[in-house]
């Protein structure tokens, strides 16, 4: 299958600073891609669906001021946590679709301290 | 999207097939059943899908009932490393550019 790699695979920060994490799709062009989160012990939630070269669409409950998301190019989306505080500590895990599937990206462990 | 109903956690014995059940009773004529496993710690991984047809490929079968309310996954022959969440999802059409909602999965335990 198609291979989607994030980056980076775990960061640990302070509380206050932001963080990028880099979603891209090696091996495919991806016109959509899709942010999810997940806390310990809890399925996947939706955060936002981001199409390449417009503003991304963001769940109802996600703040789009906190949660920056660019997807500039058809290979590359980013997801930009700003002031990070404790709570925002989570799996978070992209998804990039290619023609006919979605394929997920391996994760990034954010833990704010 | 349809919501589908899986039991929250199973046991298999390595080396014997697991067969997974979910419920999809409001599935609409133009929803597929997708299956995707996470293994701890890392992303969704897609196995299978199909529409109304019994499907199979390297990873795995899929049969849907006739009437779609219900479908299993099996794995013919479960390995430790099996061991992982399986998601059950139905989704409209088949365009991957519509989004997943993952519902809470069934924990699949593969035991030596």
Known sequence: GAVVSQHPSWVICKSGTSVKIECRSLDFQATTMFW?????????????????????????????????????????????????????????????????????????????? | DAKTTQPPSMDCAEGRAANLPCNHSTISGNEYVYWYRQIHSQGPQYIIHGLKNNETNEMASLIITEDRKSSTLILPHATLRDTAVYYCIVRVGYNAGNMLTFGGGTRLMVKP
Not at chain 1, 76 to 101: K, R
């Open chain 1, 36 to 113: 999810y989160r997940q806390f310990p012990k809890q399925s996947l939630m939706l955060m936002a669906t981001s199409n390449e070269g417009s503003k991304a669409t963001y769940e109802q409950g996600v703040e789009k001021d906190k949660f920056l998301i660019n997807h500039a190019s058809l290979t590359l989306s980013t997801l930009t946590v700003t002031s990070a505080h404790p709570e925002d500590s989570s799996f978070y895990i992209c998804s990039a679709t290619g023609s006919y599937e979605q394929y997920f990206g391996p994760g990034t462990r954010l833990t704010v301290t």
